[in-house]
């Protein structure tokens, strides 16, 4: 379950610039993980919930909000932008290969706090 792990990466990183900047506690963290990106939502927020319960007063009560983005593909031929289905890569108004534009991130969007 690598899904810990990115949970344990995401609460450090944000600790870690939350304690910089003299937050005493986060109350959200918005993460923006890509359809195509291998990580299973629920599995994160488990993770997420497990750690944040270990990590105490700055991470209490840490809301995790995850915003899904949709895979999206931009065709090499003729340039059209499309979502990346069930046909994977394949440009639906040409036929011509596409390339992947979107879908495979895992970003920390935001996080909220005082």
């Known amino acids: 379950m690598h899904e ?3 949970a344990e990466n995401v609460i450090a990183v944000v600790g870690a610039d939350a304690r ?3 937050f005493t506690r986060v ?3 918005t993460l923006r993980v890509g359809e195509w990106s291998a990580v299973l939502p629920d599995s994160l927020e488990a993770g997420f919930n497990l750690l944040t319960s270990l990590e105490g007063d700055l ?3 840490t809301e995790l ?4 983005e949709p895979a999206r593909g931009v ?3 003729c340039g059209s932008m499309f979502p990346a289905g069930q046909a994977g890569l394949v440009c639906p108004a040409c036929g011509g290969p596409g ?3 979107r879908g495979v991130e ?3 969007a935001s996080y909220e706090g005082e």
């Open 65 to 68: 909000r995850i915003e899904r």
């Open 106 to 108: 895992l970003e920390i």
């Open 27 to 29: 109350s959200r963290v």
């Open 75 to 77: 065709c090499t031929a």
């Open 59 to 61: 991470f209490a009560g």
């Open 99 to 101: 390339r992947l534009e």
């Open 4 to 6: 810990l792990g990115l």
């Open 20 to 22: 910089r900047r003299g």
